[in-house]
């Protein structure tokens, strides 16, 4: 399988004060093309640092991280901004759905910032109708339940066709039956598009359905 992702010695530190805090001190992994991979750990373990560096918004300060073998961090601004655009897909704890924007208009906004003369309005439809929206495709957040709103935030996020598509808790504020059929289609999903697959949860039903489980710990990662 190809390594869609590899990291190395991956070193990021916060100053408080006079104090310097390693929240990651070395990390280093590869995973493939259409793996899954849940990170765990405590709270203020370095989860969503972690997952910040792999989305190319923050750098590390020592180490590398190679995307589709492309180191993204030695990229000028626009090419980053591009970069990251094409090759990877975001899906939050919050939907930031736009309110004034129907589901549709919310799918496509990834695809608005580097105008093309091609047409995504159709694939925009065909992932609505695999998160089970094509018929509230006009509608706007204010009019859609919390799941259905994620459910359009998972499409956004698969816009582009990215690579590497990284979920910060995406089912931590939907209650459990729903939290489940968002995860039901964000998995079929990541299969049915092949991506790389990078999960932070608290959850541990959702983090067992991942291929690998990664736990940080003051600083360090260990699959589990």
Same mark, same amino acid.
Do not use: C
């Given at each position: 399988m190809a390594i869609a992702l590899a990291?190395?010695?991956?070193?990021?530190?916060f100053s408080r004060g006079d104090q310097t805090i390693e929240i990651l001190r070395g990390?280093? !992994?590869?995973?493939?093309?259409g793996q899954s991979l849940a990170v765990v750990g405590p709270s %203020?373990?370095?989860?969503?640092?972690? $997952?910040? !560096?792999l989305g190319t918004l923050e750098a590390?300060?020592?180490?590398?991280?190679?995307? %589709?073998?492309?180191?993204?961090?030695? $990229?000028?601004?626009p090419e980053l901004a591009r970069f990251r655009n094409?090759?990877?897909g975001f899906v939050f704890q919050q939907h930031h759905l736009l309110p004034q924007y129907s589901?549709?208009?919310?799918t496509l906004l990834p695809t608005l910032a580097f105008p093309s003369d091609r047409d995504h309005r159709p694939r925009a439809r065909d992932l609505l109708a695999a998160v089970g929206?094509?018929?509230r495709i006009d509608h706007r957040p204010g009019e859609l339940s919390g799941g259905e709103c994620q459910r359009v935030a998972v499409a956004r996020a698969l816009i582009n066709r990215p690579g590497l598509l990284l979920c910060d808790e995406p089912t931590g504020s939907l209650d459990r039956q729903t939290a489940t059929t968002v995860a039901d289609l964000l998995f079929t999903l990541h299969r049915a598009e092949d991506t790389?697959?990078?999960v932070v949860t608290h959850d541990p039903e959702l983090a067992a359905r991942c291929d690998r489980r990664l736990e940080l710990s003051e600083g360090l990662c260990v699959e589990a």
């Open positions: 990291l190395s010695n991956v070193r990021k530190h990390i280093s !992994l590869t995973a493939a093309v %203020g373990s370095g989860k969503s640092t972690l $997952l910040h !560096l590390p300060d020592a180490g590398q991280i190679a995307i %589709g073998g492309q180191d993204p961090n030695a $990229l000028s601004e094409e090759h990877i589901a549709l208009e919310n929206l094509a018929g790389l697959l990078v």
